[in-house]
């Protein structure tokens, strides 16, 4: 899909399974974080919406201006942070690398990269919109 000229409806019909949309106070900021911590990529940034490539998935970003009319909004906390409670885990990033990547952009580190029983070497990583991003890589037998 061209995700830089698909039309908002044709956009809305192609989109199943399960579907993640983050609301953020800034979606240009967001995304260079995204960018460059994840090497995630960003189609059709505007002040209020942006789709977000990672690999093969798709996920989306809204203002919270956006959602003037969704009763989602009255929910959103006055104070960071917001996203607390939620895991976005992304498989497919070194976690070592992605922190480094996120030092540079001062995000906060929950936790430094860590091989945990479940297989996984981890780290968590905390954005301005206080959601806890997760990248992941799968322990090498050297380290198990």
């Not at 399960?18 to 994840?38: I, K, Y």
């Not at 490539?53 to 970003?61: H, K, M, P, R």
């Not at 479940?118 to 954005?127: D, F, S, T, V």
């Amino acid at each position: 899909m061209d995700f830089e000229n698909v039309s908002a409806g044709d956009f809305g019909k192609s989109l199943s399974g399960v579907g993640l949309n983050l609301l953020v106070r800034d979606v240009a900021a967001q995304c260079a974080f995204l960018e460059t911590v994840f090497q995630a990529k960003a189609h059709r940034i505007s002040a209020d919406f942006a789709i977000v490539t990672y690999g093969t998935d798709v996920f989306q970003l809204h203002s919270d201006g956006t959602y003037h009319a969704n009763p989602l909004l009255n929910l959103l906390p006055e104070n960071p942070p917001r996203g607390a409670g939620i895991e976005i885990r992304l498989y497919d990033t070194d976690p070592d690398q992605a922190v480094v990547r996120a030092q540079t952009l001062d995000a906060m580190i929950l936790q430094e990269p860590t091989n945990k029983p479940h297989g996984l070497r981890e780290a968590y990583i905390l954005c301005e919109n206080g959601y806890a991003w997760v990248p992941s890589r799968a322990l090498r037998s050297d380290e198990a």
